[in-house]
Nanobody, 123 residues
Framework: QVQLVESGGGSVQAGGSLRLSCTAS?????VGWFRQAPGKERERVAR????????YYADSVKGRFTISQDNAQNRVYLEMNTLKPEDTAMYYC???????????????????WGQGTQVTVSS
């Protein structure tokens, strides 16, 4: 069974940066980062098709967050810059084994999840 392990969360002030890492026990073709704040629905933040390199970003993070990969480490990163208090949430890495991410927009479309890492941004 594929396992995902996130790391890199923490507490920063507004305007700061964090880099989250998601390390997979096996190659997964489609990897997404989701976040969930207390009392809110889980939101897809970014997505990476690992074979094509195609990415997706939510409008709320476009221009500030970057998803990337290190194939040698089987790792996917989420670089988060210019953080805002509204970015505060638990961040989850999720994956599909299939190589295509097309059409997979909902959290239920991703069967493999990490345990989450907390990001807190103070004003």
């Amino acid at each position: 069974q594929v396992q995902l392990v996130e790391s890199g969360g923490g507490s920063v002030q507004a305007g700061g940066s964090l880099r989250l890492s998601c390390t997979a026990s096996e190659y997964t073709g489609c990897v997404g980062w989701f976040r969930q704040a207390p009392g809110k629905e889980r939101e897809r933040v970014a997505r990476l098709n690992r074979s094509s390199g195609m990415t997706y970003y939510a409008d709320s993070v476009k221009g500030r967050f970057t998803i990337s990969q290190d194939n040698a480490q089987n790792r996917v990163y989420l670089e988060m810059n210019t953080l805002k208090p509204e970015d505060t949430a638990m961040y989850y890495c999720a994956a599909r084994l299939a190589s295509s991410c097309v059409g997979y927009t909902r959290s239920v479309d991703y069967p493999i999840w990490g345990q989450g890492t907390q990001v807190t941004v103070s004003s």
